[in-house]
């Protein structure tokens, strides 16, 4: 069975230092990893996505984030934060094994000016 | 532009009342899927479907049905057996088929129902 935690609901950084979000995962199979951001009231929006090419994946608005298989994690990653950048952000697992999608519980971005 | 739309952004239900939430896309998408969004709760599966005239339920599918009979089209209808439908309702399309439910999605703006 495949789950993903999203380690922090609530993540604050101040405009131009780095952000780290965290999430661990467990799949059965061969897990397809995304993370996707959604400003107040819209919808979701692919951040980046990972499938068993590159362990390092870089995404838009320069996030990046590093699968470790070793330790089921899949953390996003950004070295200088926006104001643009706050938002909620969801780490999400797919496995092909069991045609199954499971979105973590999101962890909201605050950044302080 | 391509894209999904969603009608309308907020719909107001009363007791008893089923009541439908359409979802249209014209990204040529095979799969289409509909998910329910609580606070902090993330989003959970409700039904998914990967070709025209097929649908899948997902993993909160009572009180809910949907239709596919067109390819663009894939609408969502809350019935009265739905006894806590407040809540955000987000449709999604992906390529589909060979990637399953894999693949990318890509999102509506979503609608926002509350039960009065």
């Known amino acids: 069975a495949q789950s993903v935690t999203q380690l922090d609901s609530h993540v604050s950084v101040s405009e131009g230092t780095p952000v780290l979000l965290r999430c661990n995962y467990s799949?059965?199979?061969?897990?397809?990893l995304f993370w996707y951001v959604q400003h107040p009231n819209k919808g979701l929006q692919l951040l980046l996505k990972?499938?068993?090419?590159?362990?390092l994946v870089k995404g838009i608005n320069g996030f990046e984030a590093e699968f470790k298989k070793s330790e089921t994690s899949f953390h996003l990653t950004k070295p200088s934060a926006h104001m643009s950048d706050a938002a909620e952000y969801f780490c999400?697992?797919?496995?092909?094994?069991?045609?199954?999608?499971?979105f973590g519980k999101g962890t909201r971005l605050h950044i302080l000016p | 532009d391509g894209g999904i739309t969603q009608s309308p952004k907020y719909l107001f239900r009363k007791e008893g009342q089923n009541v439908t939430l359409s979802c249209e896309q014209n990204?040529?998408?095979?799969?289409m899927y509909w998910y329910r969004q609580d606070p902090g709760q993330g989003l959970r599966l409700i039904y998914y479907?990967?070709?025209?005239?097929?649908?899948q339920k997902g993993d909160i599918a009572e009180g809910y049905s949907v239709s596919r009979e067109k390819k663009e089209s894939f609408p969502l209808t809350v019935t009265s057996a739905q006894k806590n439908p407040t809540a955000f309702y987000l449709c999604?399309?992906?390529?589909?088929?060979?990637?399953?439910?894999?693949?990318?999605?890509?999102f509506g703006p979503g609608t926002r129902l509350l039960v009065l």
């Open positions: 999604a399309s992906s390529m589909g088929l060979a990637g399953g439910i894999q693949e990318t999605q890509y």
């Open positions: 799949s059965s199979y061969s897990p397809s």
């Open positions: 990972y499938t068993s090419a590159a362990t």
């Open positions: 999400v697992v797919s496995d092909r094994g069991d045609d199954k999608i499971i």
């Open positions: 990204l040529n998408h095979d799969a």
């Open positions: 479907s990967q070709i025209v005239n097929d649908f």
